[in-house]
């Protein structure tokens, strides 16, 4: 039988010396780095988090200022695994948002109007560090700065070299049919064994795809979110070949059972376990698999593979340019900036890259950062194939979003031809809606 962990919180996970609290008001989150002290005199501020794989890396970091800061600040960290969006969406609508909280889409977090401007807590030499990295509609807007560059996570095909080699593959895949037979080698070479040669995290369609599909359809040269920089329109039609490979690893019973409902984190379980062959991710994966996740199964990871099998486009780097931002809501903003000034040292911001986690984006911080040891790391060094897309529009978009549409199509088949046809039309009303 198939292991499958469930993750259901009832209350806040502690990686620390606090407990759970009955009036908690996260479900679904995890919390971390609550220093011992109970004083009432202490400023307690919240830092909410969706890069769960980075625990080990901040967890560490918040417990030293916690330690260390003499303002009598006391940050609380909390982990949300799945649906961060939603969870903040709720928190600023019933005013219990975090003081801080890593940005996950900035353009409609600043039409929310959710971050807080930067500008006058920054002094000219503490900007002066972020400058390179500071690019307006990603981290700044109208010359107001709302969240700072820190790294970004590069994406690839990570695959497990033991059963490449039980099914006589000698190399990752380089296009899509490739990835399609090796899926299916794996699969008739593991049966007995339960063993499935891709998966996807469907449960959520945006992040599942979002670091699968879209980034085969980017690195092969077509708009990974549909937009068309050239033309100033939507056009799907560019998708339509890695979305259609997905649904072959589907029929072909090469994806893995329950991929519809399946997070990340089971993925990476079931991984670490021996039973899948590839999935997609990103630079966070080494220390899942040495902290985490621990396995002993030989892996490694490749640049994903591409329709034509050479890179015609962008392997995107994610969550490059975007970091943290202060709530709007914050009702202590100075502590708040604060903690936020202190992570910002470089003694700090190079751990990102040295504990083999992300890249660093500024020069300043690559000019003395280490090589990392973390294993499995130097597969997600950036190549001259990878590079930061610029952001799309703001939209609001009527019916279901594209990943949800396409991950609909994996699952259950239809008429591929016309969902694009209907997310063209929708996306692209939806376009001039806003540029009216």
């Known amino acids: 039988m198939m292991k499958w962990l469930v993750f259901a919180v009832s209350c806040v996970l502690v990686f620390s010396l606090s407990a759970c609290s009955p009036d908690d008001h996260s479900p679904g989150s995890e919390s971390a780095g609550a220093a011992a002290s109970t004083s009432n005199e202490k400023t ?10 980075m625990a080990n890396l901040l967890t560490p970091l918040v417990k030293t200022f916690n330690e260390t800061n003499k ?11 799945e649906n961060f969006p939603q969870s903040l969406d709720v928190a600023f609508s019933s005013s219990q948002s975090p003081d801080l909280y890593q940005v996950y889409d900035f353009t409609n977090e600043l039409k ?7 500008n006058d807590f920054m002094k000219d030499d503490f900007k002066e560090m972020f400058e390179p990295a500071l690019k307006e509609d990603i981290n700044m807007k109208d010359g107001k700065v709302y969240t700072l560059p820190n790294f970004g996570l590069t994406q690839r095909l990570i695959y497990n070299v ?3 080699e039980k099914a006589g593959i000698t190399e990752p895949p380089k296009t899509l049919n490739e990835l399609v037979e090796d899926a299916k080698k794996i699969t008739a070479a593991g049966k007995t064994e339960d063993i499935y040669g891709f998966a996807v995290n469907m449960k ?29 329109k939507y056009d799907f039609s560019g998708h339509k070949e890695a979305i259609q490979a997905f649904r072959q690893m589907k029929l072909d019973g090469s994806m893995i059972p329950g991929s519809e409902s399946l997070d990340i984190d089971p993925l990476r379980d079931q991984f670490a376990d021996g039973k899948i062959g590839m999935y997609f991710s990103n630079s966070s994966e080494p220390n ?10 030989r892996w490694a990871a490749a640049p994903p593979p591409t329709y034509t099998g050479n890179n015609d486009g962008v392997i995107p780097i994610s969550l490059a340019g975007t970091w943290l931002a202060i709530s709007r809501d914050s009702k202590h903003k100075e502590q708040a900036w604060k903690f936020y000034e202190w992570l910002a040292q470089q003694d700090n911001l190079k751990t990102y890259q040295e504990k083999g986690y992300a890249v660093s984006l500024l020069p300043s911080v690559r000019s003395i950062v280490k090589q990392s040891d973390v294993k499995g790391f130097e597969y997600f060094m950036p190549t001259q194939y990878d590079g930061i897309l610029p952001p799309t529009p703001s939209l609001t978009v009527e019916g279901k979003k594209y990943n949800d549409e396409f991950a609909k199509y994996i699952i259950d088949g239809g008429d591929l031809d016309k969902t694009i046809a209907d997310l063209n039309n929708r996306y692209n009303a939806a376009l001039e809606k806003v540029s009216q």
């Open 44 to 53: 307690k501020i919240q830092y909410w988090s969706y890069a769960r794989g």
């Open 71 to 81: 303002d009598n600040i006391e940050v609380e960290l909390r982990f949300y695994t």
């Open 112 to 118: 929310k109007g959710y971050p807080l401007a930067l």
């Open 162 to 164: 033991e059963l490449f």
């Open 204 to 232: 959520n369609a945006d992040s599942g795809l979002g670091r699968s599909a879209n980034v085969i359809t980017s690195a092969s040269g077509f708009p990974k979110t549909g937009y068309d920089y050239k033309t100033g």
């Open 288 to 297: 899942v698999y040495k902290s985490q996740f621990p396995t002993k199964i």
